[in-house]
């Protein structure tokens, strides 16, 4: 298997993982509309750890890539291939019903995997204030913005260590301090804004849409990016 394969398959692999973790979001939503916000989020916890699996595979690929002197426009590779397999799973959450599924997987899991005892009510959207543009548009924007600092953080540090092979080690250590900013952004400004949303708001469904499309602005930035990068 060339890099340039495993470099692909290893970008791929990290998407599939984050847009399982984005689809948790329904969760919360499902969970809200049962009257059960703190168990909506537990769920979407559970969903968020088990996609890291995809994560704790790709990054050992990628790994593999540098220790073998990869040139870093291999390394650039996984996070053209990164993009578009996200942007195209997050496309699929658009035009799909996932609102639907979500729901019976929320409670399915509760069930079947935590095994608690649920009252068997109709999913409906509670009372509560109308969202507006300006909400959805502060959605957007933060969940873009704290999605693509993560990103692009995680994927800066594996194209610098192949670049200066020498200090790879080191470069690898400092990826906690870009994803780390994003994660900021993301629990103080993005996160607790969309739980309040998803509480005292009708149109959950819309908010969740919200934030799917501002990881797919981020993706297309990065997209980009990352091309401009390959061909300079």
């Known amino acids: 298997m060339t890099y340039a394969v495993l470099s692909i398959l290893a970008g791929s692999l990290m998407a599939f993982s984050h847009w399982i973790e984005v689809l948790g979001f329904f969760m919360r939503v499902a969970g809200s509309k ?3 916000s703190a168990l909506g989020y537990s769920v979407h916890v559970q969903l968020a750890t088990g996609s890291r699996l995809g994560t704790f595979l790709a990054f050992p690929m990628i790994g593999y890539c540098i220790d073998k002197k990869a040139e870093s426009k291999i390394i650039i590779l996984s996070l053209i291939a990164y993009c578009i397999v996200f942007f195209l799973l997050n496309a699929f959450s658009l035009v799909s019903n996932l609102q639907y599924f979500a729901e019976k997987a ?7 995997i935590n095994r608690i005892k649920v009252q068997d009510l109709m999913f409906e959207a509670s009372d509560g204030f109308i969202l507006s543009r300006e909400h959805l548009n502060r959605l957007t924007i933060t969940s873009s913005i704290s999605y693509l600092i993560i990103v692009a953080g995680i994927f800066m540090t594996f194209t610098l260590s ?4 020498d200090y790879r080690a080191t470069i690898l250590q400092l990826g906690p301090i870009f994803t780390g900013i994003g994660t900021i952004i993301s629990t103080t400004m993005f996160d607790p804004f969309a739980s309040w949303i998803f509480d005292k708001f009708r149109d959950k469904d819309q908010a969740v849409l919200a934030i799917i499309h501002g990881r797919m602005y981020a993706s297309v930035i990065l997209l980009i990016s990352s091309l401009g990068i390959l061909y300079v």
Request: glycine content about 8%; cysteine-free.
């Open 106 to 112: 929320f409670i399915f899991i509760i069930k079947k």
């Open 34 to 36: 049962k009257g059960l």
């Open 162 to 165: 192949a670049i200066w092979h």
